[in-house]
């Protein structure tokens, strides 16, 4: 691959290799949020505040997290950034 100055670059350059990731703090923050927030209604329509907002909160922010290792993991391994238990690419 060629970037943009014209540099022979393998690897690509270190804006792809960024955006490879930067999806993963913006899923946890998502993730976390919407979790709480669905907790939050719950403790509003049972009356049990602050029960249901904890527990969302921590269950989004453990599925969130789950996700983000089993991302890092499966690119990590194959380097191709393949999900895990895919096909990798034949060279």
Same mark, same amino acid.
């Given at each position: 691959?060629?970037?943009?100055?014209?540099?022979?670059?393998?690897?690509?350059?270190?804006?792809?290799?960024?955006?490879?990731? %930067?999806? /993963? *703090?913006?899923?946890?923050?998502?993730?976390?949020?919407?979790?709480? +927030?669905? !907790?939050?209604?719950?403790? =509003?329509?049972?009356?049990?505040?602050?029960?249901?907002?904890?527990?969302? %909160?921590? /269950? *989004?922010?453990?599925?969130?997290?789950?996700?983000?290792?089993?991302? +890092?993991? !499966?690119?990590?391994?194959? =380097?191709?950034?393949?999900?895990?238990?895919?096909?990798?690419?034949?060279?």
């Amino acid at each position: 691959m060629v970037d943009d100055r014209g540099r022979n670059d393998p690897e690509g350059t270190v804006w792809s290799e960024m955006g490879r990731y %930067a999806h /993963l *703090g913006f899923q946890l923050v998502l993730s976390m949020g919407l979790f709480l +927030l669905g !907790g939050w209604w719950l403790d =509003g329509k049972i009356g049990t505040t602050p029960l249901f907002t904890i527990l969302g %909160a921590m /269950l *989004g922010a453990t599925a969130a997290i789950y996700n983000m290792i089993r991302e +890092l993991l !499966g690119k990590s391994r194959n =380097g191709s950034g393949a999900k895990p238990g895919g096909q990798e690419k034949k060279r």
